[in-house]
């Protein structure tokens, strides 16, 4: 193991201790909790000495990847790195769990909503708009939903740490903006 890696996987222990120590088994946290956790998530994105995008490459085939960093044995804490190229976008959807976002570099536009009070078919309602880029970070709880997309001119690498891990969302959703009926979120096989 090179010295970098072992140096980037002390870095995301350090990290995934910090964030325990502010959230520990809260499914839900508190707004207050949450950006405090985000700070931590940021403060490792900014170690841009630990991410060179040769250990996070793309392949030729595909629109990102997802590296995983971190993952507690019983699916809680998991962390990635998700390399992505411009252009790469998921519509609104949940999470499920809390969800903290942290830019290395590049953006990543985040599009957030809130889902109609009203009975029956209506549209998303658009809260705003946060572009996660190098020292930025978002925090998202479980109902949270939000679309991404990809900004250039280059690739994105951000980090992502979620109070459960991708294997263990079996209960997303994707929904759709014109008339918020949701369908399930497929499972996420790209990670390495």
């Given at each position: 193991?090179?010295?970098?890696?072992?140096?980037?996987?002390?870095?995301?222990?350090?990290?995934?201790?910090?964030?325990?120590?502010?959230?520990?088994?809260?499914?839900?946290?508190?707004?207050?909790?949450?950006?405090?956790?985000?700070?931590c998530l940021q403060a490792l994105?900014?170690?841009?000495?630990?991410?060179?995008?040769?250990?996070?490459?793309?392949?030729?085939?595909?629109?990102?990847?997802?590296?995983?960093?971190?993952?507690?044995?019983?699916?809680?804490?998991?962390?990635?790195?998700?390399?992505?190229?411009?252009?790469?976008?998921?519509?609104?959807?949940?999470?499920?769990?809390?969800?903290?976002?942290?830019?290395?570099?590049?953006?990543?536009?985040?599009?957030?909503?809130?889902?109609?009070?009203?009975?029956?078919?209506?549209?998303?309602?658009?809260?705003?708009?946060?572009?996660?880029?190098a020292g930025g970070a978002l925090?998202?709880?479980?109902?949270?939903?939000?679309?991404?997309?990809?900004?250039?001119?280059?690739?994105?690498?951000?980090?992502?740490?979620?109070?459960?891990?991708?294997?263990?969302?079996?209960?997303?959703?994707?929904?759709?903006?014109?008339?918020?009926?949701?369908?399930?979120f497929p499972p996420i096989q790209?990670?390495?």
């Amino acid at each position: 193991m090179s010295t970098l890696t072992q140096q980037r996987a002390a870095a995301v222990r350090d990290t995934v201790a910090q964030v325990r120590a502010l959230l520990g088994q809260d499914t839900a946290p508190g707004l207050a909790q949450a950006q405090c956790a985000a700070a931590c998530l940021q403060a490792l994105a900014g170690q841009t000495a630990l991410w060179d995008s040769r250990d996070f490459p793309i392949g030729e085939d595909k629109r990102w990847q997802a590296y995983a960093l971190h993952e507690d044995a019983d699916g809680a804490y998991a962390m990635y790195a998700v390399a992505m190229h411009p252009g790469h976008a998921q519509p609104p959807h949940d999470h499920t769990t809390w969800a903290l976002i942290a830019g290395v570099r590049g953006a990543e536009r985040n599009s957030l909503y809130r889902r109609p009070h009203a009975a029956g078919p209506a549209p998303l309602g658009h809260l705003a708009d946060i572009t996660v880029a190098a020292g930025g970070a978002l925090a998202l709880g479980p109902t949270d939903i939000h679309a991404i997309e990809v900004l250039g001119p280059g690739d994105a690498l951000h980090l992502h740490l979620y109070g459960r891990g991708f294997a263990h969302l079996q209960d997303r959703r994707i929904f759709d903006p014109l008339t918020s009926e949701s369908r399930a979120f497929p499972p996420i096989q790209n990670v390495s």
